[in-house]
């Protein structure tokens, strides 16, 4: 029998089965009639990643306001969405109003939205949450929340004074997958949990010693709004190393790998693959991050990583490392971790990114990011597995999404209905510092040691000054 087959189906019945916890209408919609009503959203950040984010609560809600600083890319987000209505059959609602800046956005519409999805770089998901936060306006920020320390609690706190209804988009949260995972484990099915190994093949943009130059700005492009609470500086783009192509922009994807836009492999991709260990691991943050990587700049990130996090014993497991490894070596190769031999080499050769929890008695794996589809090795081990779940010996304790692998349908529903998000900030604002942990590892260049309810550096004061921006632009906060 196929045995990827087999796991998918007993995935897809297994989803079926519990729903999300409700717990009451939300503040702000309390006394409200909401069967059948549609929110009103604006969508800041509307093209690219912002397109797919409209897309998951477009045809059930009303998207009421694009915001984008490219007016080209502004402009196709609007033809898109009404492409989408009409190609779904709804009739087509009153058009979107355009922004170029959220901050008139929320000037001129702050009374007639109910949330706001920010789907901009890492640099602006501080700012523009913000200023939904401090209009009361429940929101859905992509991953990462932020891209420092700081912001991420800034924003979690002003959150839960505000009373909004929160989420964060790593849609894996919501996933099956990354539930019966963490029943399995937690339930004994690979023994007692010793280690685990997380990997991905980003960078997939120019990361490294990269150089500026100063250059036309797009027609198009409102430069000084992309740049929002960063220093005023010319548009530019960047020399790549030697025998690479020339003339790389950094808008509008290219933005990645600069500390001051982007987080790097990990602000990219560790929301997504670290999120089931985080869930696992009881939601822990580590007290101890050791870093090895290729060349570190002031100004950008490295080609590859590696990174071992260190987490406290607790009831359920002594000490325990969580490692990651990211980028292409210095020989060429893609640069993961050691394959545990009772995983196949097929399997794991496949996988360009990917999760190993290793137990005494199996592996837990899942050839992708979002631990949607796990399957235990040995194979009889898991089969064992399987029908643990069957008779019940392993039983459903996770509570399930409203929206699987839709987190901002999830957040809508939380709104309209009562609930909490899967990935709301009480869980996902750790789980990005948990994330940023190891950016603070990589840019000092040494092993760290972290203080969490100091919000410190213990061993090395010098990595301090990444968990906070230097500076702000005026205007923005």
């Not at 897809?12 to 009451?24: D, E, H, K, P, Y």
């Not at 549609?38 to 045809?59: C, H, Q, S, Y």
């Not at 956005?105 to 009374?111: K, R, S, Y």
């Not at 292409?328 to 190769?333: F, L, P, Q």
Request: neutral net charge.
């Amino acid at each position: 029998m196929n045995s990827h087959l087999t796991r998918r189906r007993f995935l897809t019945q297994s989803a079926g089965l519990a729903a999300a916890t409700v717990l009451g209408p939300n503040l702000l919609l309390r006394g409200q009639e909401t069967a059948g009503r549609r929110l009103n959203l604006a969508v800041i950040g509307a093209f690219g990643k912002g397109e797919v984010d409209t897309g998951k609560v477009a045809l059930a809600h009303n998207i009421v306001a694009l915001v984008d600083v490219d007016s080209k890319r502004l402009e196709s987000a609007g033809k898109a969405l009404s492409k989408k209505y009409t190609d779904a059959g709804r009739e087509v609602p009153q058009a979107p109003r355009l922004f170029a800046d959220f901050r008139k956005m929320f000037d001129q519409m702050a009374g007639g939205i109910d949330g706001v999805i920010v789907s901009t770089p890492d640099h602006t998901h501080f700012p523009a949450a913000m200023w939904a936060i401090k209009n009361k306006k429940h929101v859905c920020v992509q991953k990462p929340l932020c891209n420092t320390i700081w912001e991420i609690r800034e924003l979690h706190q002003a959150a839960k004074q505000a009373g909004v209804v929160t989420q964060m988009g790593n849609q894996g949260r919501t996933m099956e997958g990354q539930r019966v995972a963490k029943e399995w484990i937690d339930q004994g099915a690979i023994g007692t949990l010793q280690e685990i190994r997380l990997w991905t093949n980003r960078p997939i943009w120019p990361q490294g010693a990269l150089v500026k130059s100063a250059v036309e700005k797009p027609a198009t492009l409102e430069w000084d709004l992309w740049l929002a609470t960063e220093a005023e500086e010319p548009y530019f783009e960047f020399d790549l190393p030697p025998g690479a192509a020339k003339g790389k922009q950094v808008h509008p994807f290219n933005w990645r790998g600069w500390w001051q836009f982007g987080s790097g492999a990990l602000g990219d991709m560790g929301c997504h693959l670290m999120d089931a260990a985080f869930s696992i691991l009881g939601q822990q943050i580590p007290v101890k991050i050791e870093v090895e990587s290729s060349k570190v700049t002031d100004l950008t990130a490295p080609v590859w990583t590696r990174l071992t996090y260190h987490f406290a014993a607790t009831d359920k497991h002594g000490p325990l490392k969580v490692t990651w490894h990211d980028g292409v070596g210095d020989d060429g190769k893609p640069n993961k971790p050691e394959r545990d031999e009772r995983l196949p080499k097929a399997a794991f050769d496949k996988s360009t990114s990917g999760m190993m929890f290793i137990g005494s008695e199996g592996v837990l794996f899942d050839e992708e990011s979002y631990c949607a589809n796990p399957v235990i090795y040995p194979e009889e081990r898991f089969a064992d597995v399987k029908k643990s779940v069957a008779d019940g010996r392993i039983k459903k304790t996770e509570p399930r999404s409203s929206a699987p692998d839709n987190p901002q349908g999830e957040w809508a529903n939380c709104i309209l209905n009562g609930g909490t998000p899967s990935s709301n900030f009480d869980y996902a604002a750790p789980l990005t510092e948990f994330v940023s942990l190891g950016n603070l590892a990589i840019r000092s260049g040494q092993t760290i040691q972290w203080d969490a309810k100091a919000m410190r550096v213990t061993n090395n004061d010098a990595a301090n000054q990444f968990i906070k921006r230097a500076s702000y632009r005026p205007g923005w906060l």
